[in-house]
């Protein structure tokens, strides 16, 4: 079964810039929900923002996309920008784990007190832009740093309020319930009433990115986000403008593993290598990937391509340093995959891996809906023409509703031209469900009511927190949303039953 996505394009501005990407600079609303497709170069409005010498916290889930961002904003500051490199790398830091590392090799030992005096400036003696690029876990581990370092005791949420002019939460579309704390908090206390007058605590707006539509608003308002403080901003798809993508021809195919996927397209394969193009093979399971990696190796190179010009990434690869294998493969966090023919892959390459031309994906459907648009996303970018072939096969069916309901979508409309919003619609249905307010409960039960809850418990973490001292705690408690007064009353009910003896 086959069908082709259309090629589609988003509107360029004389500046350059699209009409979301304006609108992300311009729109005065602090908290604003922004859905584009894959490509559309939502993150680009913010590097234009640093280089109108604003500071920017952009909070991305993976430390692979964090690296990506990072070099690129870097490279483009010095290649375009005309940036010395020095400055350039002062200018953008990572918070990850991975960097972590490194300022420790470095002999930084403090590293929370080094990152709270980043949130004032990265480099203090020169004006302009500046970005952190971070995953959520550093910044909530910093927010709830359990020991208080002398002389930065008061930093704390107010601070990152204050200090940037943007929070953006890229890719949030990926977002768990769990997640939703970060994004909540900073939402909430962005648009609250302030005693001067004014909407909300400090000046950053609040931004997040998603490749989707998704039904957020519904949870915000449910925390008490004033409906007149959000903005709902999309960037519509037109047919000539800045090219996303080209004629994608998407294709199903019932095989019982990717070896006989790419044994089935190795001609296309070898040919697409031949022209210096990428292919990329995506894999659903880790375990999967390491039981086929000798064959995938023996496959390519009886077909010319040589083992020295494949790329492995997944998550275990890509804790350690680059490296080659005995099969003659590499592996490593800080490869470049420009480098390479072929790259061989799990989710790890959803996000934070752009491919210098990868027009043919063979490829597993993911785990989730929004695991397949981001490995769709991927193929075919800057208008050109390209082909996504996913395997699929009973079980897989059986497991997945969404695959399901993607499968008879693709059977309905096989041979036919469909546009990339159809696409996305389909993809999207269950996730947008999922956030939907379902219910009124002061429970658990759907995804919304756990991201209502979740936000409520980093408020109580917060409120407990050795920073939010004084007025700082009494404007929290101030300000809490039903969900944290909920659990709060939770809270003292266990520590009844922790203290009683009998």
Excluded at 134 to 158: I, T
Excluded at 167 to 190: M, P
Excluded at 316 to 331: A, T
Excluded at 356 to 366: C, D, F, I, K, S
Aim: with cysteine.
């Amino acid at each position: 079964m086959a069908l082709t996505i259309a090629r589609h394009c988003v509107a360029q501005l004389d500046n350059g810039l699209s009409p979301l990407q304006q609108a992300l600079l311009e729109e005065p609303r602090r908290i604003r929900l922004v859905d584009a497709p894959t490509g559309a170069g939502k993150t680009y409005a913010f590097q234009q923002a640093l280089r109108n010498g604003q500071r920017i916290l952009f909070i991305v889930p993976t430390r692979r996309l964090a690296q990506n961002i990072a070099a690129s904003l870097i490279n483009d500051l010095i290649n375009t920008a005309d940036w010395k490199p020095e400055v350039a790398e002062r200018k953008v830091q990572i918070w990850s784990s991975d960097q972590t590392a490194i300022l420790r090799e470095h002999g930084v030992e403090n590293i929370r007190g080094y990152r709270i005096r980043q949130l004032q400036a990265l480099y203090g003696t020169r004006s302009g832009g500046e970005m952190i690029v971070a995953v959520p876990e550093v910044v909530s581990q910093l927010l709830h740093r359990r020991y208080l370092d002398k002389g930065q005791a008061g930093a704390s949420v107010f601070d990152v309020l204050d200090d940037f002019d943007h929070i953006v939460f890229d890719e949030f579309h990926t977002i768990e319930a769990r997640g939703f704390g970060l994004a909540g908090l900073f939402a909430k206390l962005a648009s609250v009433p302030v005693e001067t007058g004014g909407a909300g605590y400090g000046s950053a707006k609040v931004s997040l990115l998603s490749a989707t539509p998704l039904d957020v608003k519904p949870v915000l308002l449910k925390l008490g986000v004033p409906e007149v403080q959000i903005a709902e901003l999309h960037e519509p798809i037109t047919q000539e403008g800045r090219l996303l993508h080209g004629d994608v021809q998407l294709v199903l195919e019932s095989l019982p593993a990717m070896t006989a996927v790419v044994q089935q397209h190795i001609e296309r394969v070898s040919e697409e290598v031949a022209q210096n193009r990428q292919v990329v093979i995506i894999y659903n399971a880790l375990a999967d990937l390491k039981r086929d990696l000798s064959t995938l190796v023996q496959q390519l190179t009886k077909a010319g391509i040589p083992a020295a010009k494949i790329l492995v990434i997944n998550s275990i690869d890509d804790s350690g340093d680059n490296s080659q294998s005995r099969y003659g493969f590499h592996v490593g966090r800080n490869q470049n995959p420009d480098d390479f023919s072929v790259l061989i892959a799990t989710a790890s390459v959803e996000m934070g891996i752009t491919f210098r031309a990868a027009n043919l994906m063979l490829m597993e459907p993911g785990f989730a809906p929004m695991n397949f648009l981001q490995r769709y996303g991927r193929a075919a970018r800057r208008g050109e023409n390209g082909t996504v072939i996913v395997r699929t096969d009973s079980t897989l069916e059986n497991r997945y509703p969404w695959l399901r309901a993607l499968c008879r979508w693709i059977a309905q409309n096989a041979d036919r031209q469909m546009s990339i919003l159809e696409l996305s619609q389909v993809l999207s249905q269950s996730v947008q469900t999922q956030f939907r307010e379902n219910d009124d409960t002061l429970y658990f039960g759907t995804l919304s009511q756990h991201a209502v809850y979740t936000s409520g418990l980093y408020w109580q973490a917060l409120l407990r927190h050795k920073s939010s001292a004084k007025y700082r705690r009494d404007h929290l408690f101030q300000h809490q949303p039903a969900s944290s007064k909920h659990l709060y009353q939770l809270l003292q009910q266990f520590a009844a039953l922790e203290n009683d003896e009998t």
